[in-house]
C-alpha cells in the first residue's frame, strides 16, 4: 500500500543542488517513480521554496504537490497533527534537506506499522557526510519515518526528540539500513544504499563521488573499467546542462549506426573510432538517468538498441573483410561469434530465472569471464588492436574464437549454478541435536 507523504522542506538545505537538481526536487521524482503520488509539503521558509516547486518538471508532474507554511523552528508534532491527510491512517515523512536512495523510500513504503529509518553501520566512505545525523542507540536517524495518525494523537513536542524517544526505549519499529540485504539485480551487484544530509561544500566532492559510484553498474568487462571515469568526468557536466537521457541515447545510436556504414563501405579505421566512442557515449545515458532520477520506461529499450546495432557491426565488417578478399571465410565466423553469442545469452536467462541472480555475481571465477570474456567493447577492442598491427582478418577470426571460449564457459558455469541451486533446495535440513 502506498501512504501520502509529509516533507519537511526549510532553505537552504533543501534547496541545495546536487547534480543539477535540488534535495527536494529529486526527492519528488523519486516519489513519482515510486507511485508515491500525494505530498504535503511543509515549509517555514514558503518565500524561497514555493518558486522553487512552481518550476515545472515532467520528472515529478505526476506528484501533487500541497505547500503548507509552518512556524520556524523545530517541527512539532502538533504541526503535523493539524495537517494530516483525511482519509490517510499512516504518512510518510521526510526530510527534504537529505539525500535518498529511491530504494530506502520503496523499503519504508513497504512497513505495515510505525517505523523509523536508521542507519546503525554507515559505510566508511558516508562517515563523513552522516556524521551531523542524530545518533541514537540502535544507529543513526536518517529523516524518514512512517508514521500513524493514532501515534501522533498520543504523542507531543518536538518531533526529534520524541522520535529519539520513542527509540531509546524501543517503543516505535526500528528499520536499520545495515540490517538488509541489498542486492540490485538490475546494477549485477550487492550495493549499500546512500543517504546523507546536505553536504557541505567541503563535503560535496565526496558526495558526488558516492553517487557517482552508487550508479556504476557491476561486474564489468576490462574496456568498461577504463571507461568508467571518462563517464564519470562527462557526466559531471551534462548533468547540470538540459540533455536528457533519452537524448544522449539517440545522439549514441547515431554514432553507433555511423559505426556501421563505415565498416561496411570498407573504412574500417574510421568505423573503429567511432565504435571505441559509443563504448563511453553508451554508459553515458543510463548514469544521467539515475544521477538526475529521470529515468523511464523507454529507456529500459536501450538494451534492445544496443543488440541491433552490435550485431550491425559484426554483419558490416564481415561483409568488408569478405568483399575485399581479406577473410574470405568471413561469414563463416560471423555464424560462429553469433551463434557463441546466443548460446551465452541463453545460458544467462536460465541462470537469472532459476538462481535469481546474473551469471556474472556467481563467484570469482564468473566475475573474472565477465572480465575478459567475449563482450562487445572486447571485440572492438581487439579489432582496433588488429587494424593497427595490419591484420584486420586474424582479429576477426579472433574475435570469433574468443566468443566461442567464452560460450564454452559461460554454458558450463551456467549449468553447474543450476543444477547447484537446485540440490541445495531439494537437500532437506538436518535435525538439531538434542
Not at 97 to 107: K, V
Not at 410 to 422: G, N
Request: charged residues 20%.
Amino acid at each position: 500500500m502506498h501512504y501520502p507523504v509529509i516533507i519537511v522542506a526549510d532553505a537552504p538545505d533543501a534547496l541545495t543542488e546536487f547534480f543539477g537538481i535540488s534535495l527536494i526536487e529529486r526527492l519528488l521524482r523519486s516519489l513519482q517513480r515510486l507511485d508515491l503520488t500525494r505530498a504535503i509539503v511543509l515549509t517555514a521558509t514558503p518565500g524561497l521554496v514555493a518558486p522553487h516547486l512552481a518550476n515545472p518538471s515532467p520528472h515529478r508532474a505526476g506528484v501533487a504537490v500541497d505547500l503548507r507554511q509552518r512556524p520556524a523552528g523545530p517541527l512539532q508534532v502538533n504541526d503535523l497533527a493539524e495537517l494530516w491527510p483525511n482519509k490517510s491512517d499512516r504518512a510518510i515523512l521526510i526530510r527534504a534537506d537529505r539525500f535518498f536512495e529511491s530504494r530506502l523510500l520503496e523499503w519504508l513504503d513497504a512497513q505495515t506499522g510505525p517505523a523509523v529509518l536508521v542507519d546503525s553501520a554507515p559505510a566508511a566512505g558516508l562517515q563523513p557526510l552522516v556524521s551531523s545525523a542524530q545518533s541514537t542507540r540502535p544507529g543513526r536517524l536518517c529523516g524518514a519515518a512512517l508514521l500513524s495518525q493514532r501515534w501522533l494523537r498520543e504523542h507531543h513536542g518536538d518531533m526529534d526528540s520524541v522520535l529519539r524517544a520513542e527509540i531509546e526505549s524501543g517503543d516505535v519499529d526500528v528499520i536499520d539500513i545495515a540490517g538488509r540485504d541489498w542486492h540490485e539485480a538490475e546494477m549485477r551487484r550487492r550495493s549499500y544504499p546512500i543517504w546523507f544530509p546536505a553536504p557541505t561544500v567541503e563535503n560535496a566532492p565526496i558526495a558526488q563521488r558516492l553517487l557517482l559510484k552508487s550508479v556504476q553498474k557491476g561486474a564489468l568487462d576490462f574496456p568498461a573499467i577504463v571507461h568508467g571515469p571518462i563517464e564519470n568526468f562527462l557526466i559531471r557536466y551534462l548533468s547540470r546542462t538540459g540533455i536528457s537521457p533519452n537524448q544522449l541515447t539517440a545522439f549514441t545510436n547515431i554514432v553507433a549506426w555511423a559505426a556501421t556504414f563505415l565498416f561496411a563501405t570498407r573504412h574500417l579505421g574510421w568505423g573503429a573510432i567511432l565504435a571505441l566512442a559509443v563504448g563511453v557515449l553508451d554508459g553515458l545515458d543510463g548514469k544521467q538517468a539515475r544521477v538526475k532520477v529521470e529515468t523511464t520506461k523507454a529507456g529500459r529499450l536501450e538494451h534492445l538498441f544496443d543488440a541491433f546495432f552490435e550485431h550491425s557491426w559484426w554483419i558490416a565488417i564481415a561483409y568488408a573483410l569478405y568483399s575485399s578478399g581479406l577473410l574470405p571465410s568471413a561469414f563463416i565466423y560471423l555464424l560462429v561469434l553469433m551463434g557463441s553469442e546466443g548460446l551465452v545469452g541463453l545460458s544467462k536467462l536460465a541462470v537469472f530465472r532459476t538462481c535469481g541472480r546474473t551469471l556474472d555475481e556467481l563467484g570469482e571465477f564468473n566475475q573474472l569471464v565477465r572480465l575478459i570474456g567475449g563482450r562487445r567493447n572486447v571485440y572492438i577492442w581487439i579489432f582496433a588492436l588488429g587494424l593497427v598491427l595490419g591484420t584486420a582478418a586474424d582479429a576477426y577470426v579472433v574475435m570469433a574464437l574468443w566468443a566461442a571460449a567464452t560460450a564454452a564457459v559461460q554454458v558450463l558455469r551456467a549449468s553447474i549454478a543450476i543444477r547447484t541451486h537446485r540440490v541445495g533446495r531439494m537437500r532437506p535440513e538436518l535435525p538439531a541435536e538434542a
